[in-house]
């Protein structure tokens, strides 16, 4: 299964060795699950990773950085996208070009009106509800 995390679900691993966005990568392996992100989101994650603390920092180096694969954020879709959050549509468009399974977020500011539905076949959810969703 292809995971596609935001920024937020990045940081939320790097920061806390518990909760659902660090689960994702503890059982990733096991369970089958390839975790991608976009360099956009990549990159938006290590300019807050200081904000996060110092321990988020070694989690970010040993645990999230070397787990997660990292794509070209696309910013073209062969069809219309209609989505007010425009700093997070390359975050959409780029899950749904590497024919992602799910796209997990934290942000829900952005992304409220989208999680919990989908986009083009594409689910969008918290790690928390992809995990009960998945048992």
Not at 39 to 44: A, K, S, T
Request: net charge positive.
């Amino acid at each position: 299964m292809r995971l596609f995390l935001d920024s937020s679900v990045l940081l939320a691993a790097a920061g806390s060795s518990k909760g659902a966005s660090r689960l994702l990568f503890d059982h990733a392996a096991s369970r089958g699950w390839q975790l991608l992100t976009a360099d956009y989101c990549l990159r938006e994650a290590e300019f807050n990773l200081p904000k996060v603390g110092k321990k988020a920092e070694l989690g970010w180096n040993a645990i999230i950085r070397p787990a997660v694969v990292t794509t070209v954020t696309r910013l073209t879709l062969d069809r219309p996208l209609i989505y007010r959050a425009t700093k997070d549509r390359p975050v959409v468009i780029s899950a749904l070009s590497q024919k992602a399974d799910y796209l997990l977020t934290l942000d829900r500011d952005d992304f409220h009106d989208l999680l919990g539905r989908s986009v083009y076949g594409l689910p969008i959810r918290t790690p928390g509800e992809f995990l009960r969703e998945i048992g």
